[in-house]
């Protein structure tokens, strides 16, 4: 077993339902570094806080090459399993998106249905799924078996009829786990019933957003969640934290 292909089985296995995995959201090798001195042992890398530190939009406003030259130097700086944010994959083939990961260091990804480069559509359920499974298809083509954390966008969207959305929400996100996905991330903040029922009706361990300041660990936990991240919370946590400091000395 190669030291990758180790790494995905360890950030795998931490997806326990109840106990869920933190995998605090950054986007460059300070952050990292920060993340992994406080004591975490995996990380996500978000597309939103990435492009912020280089001063491009988010919504693939950076090429993958972008991303993966900043994922290689996150993963020179710390020595933890690391997840990336590939949004709805740059325009990238699936193997193209797999090997690139692979080489710069990483072994996760969470792959969104909002379609940044055709106007911000939102994929069908089953081209999603498709969308998928090739990329389960190109990582075991590999030695390494990329955690692919499967997100829609139903709920940040707010698409379609509010009555139904969870129905809708659960049955995308059964046929991205049928195509191979590990994880699902059926994004936004939900109210206690709505995530409950999220964790109960789906099949695979479940990604809930945090906000590092106003939620809690317990209580995700205790509404069966399996892994937390912070999308661009953190960063922006950090960025209010940093202008109450500097806001004397102007």
């Known amino acids: ?8 089985r360890t950030l795998l296995e931490l997806h326990q339902p109840g106990n869920p995995v933190i ?10 570094n920060l993340a992994v001195s406080a004591g ?5 890398v978000g597309s939103h806080p990435v492009s912020d530190s280089i001063g491009k939009p988010d919504n693939e406003g950076i090429t993958f090459d972008e991303l993966t030259t900043r994922i290689r130097q ?14 709805s994959g740059y325009g990238e083939d699936p193997k193209t998106l797999i090997d690139g990961l692979i080489a710069a260091g990483a072994v996760g990804l969470n792959i969104e249905d909002t379609v940044h480069s055709e106007g911000g559509r939102l994929r069908e359920a089953q081209e999603h799924a498709d969308f998928v499974g ?25 698409v379609g009829d509010e009555s139904d959305r969870v ?17 699902l991330y059926p994004v936004g903040f939900h ?11 789906l099949p695979l361990p479940v ?10 660990k317990a209580s995700l936990a205790e509404l069966g969640v399996a892994r937390v991240s912070f999308g661009p919370l953190f960063q922006m946590v950090l960025a209010e934290r940093a202008s109450e400091v500097l806001a004397p000395w102007k």
């Open 1 to 8: 077993m190669t030291e990758l292909s180790s790494k995905a």
């Open 23 to 32: 995998l605090p959201t950054v986007w460059d090798a300070w952050s990292a």
């Open 40 to 44: 975490f042992t995996a990380l996500t």
């Open 207 to 216: 990604n809930a957003i945090g906000h590092p300041t106003e939620n809690d």
């Open 134 to 158: 090739a990329l389960r298809t190109a990582s075991d083509a590999t030695d390494v078996h990329v955690v692919i954390n499967a997100r829609t966008d139903l709920f940040v969207k707010q």
């Open 191 to 201: 109210d206690d019933a709505v995530q409950k029922r999220l964790t109960d009706e």
């Open 167 to 183: 129905d809708r929400a659960i049955a995308r996100m059964k046929l991205a786990a049928e195509a191979g996905a590990d994880v």
């Open 74 to 87: 996150i993963t020179q700086a710390v020595d933890v399993p690391i997840s990336v944010d590939i949004e």
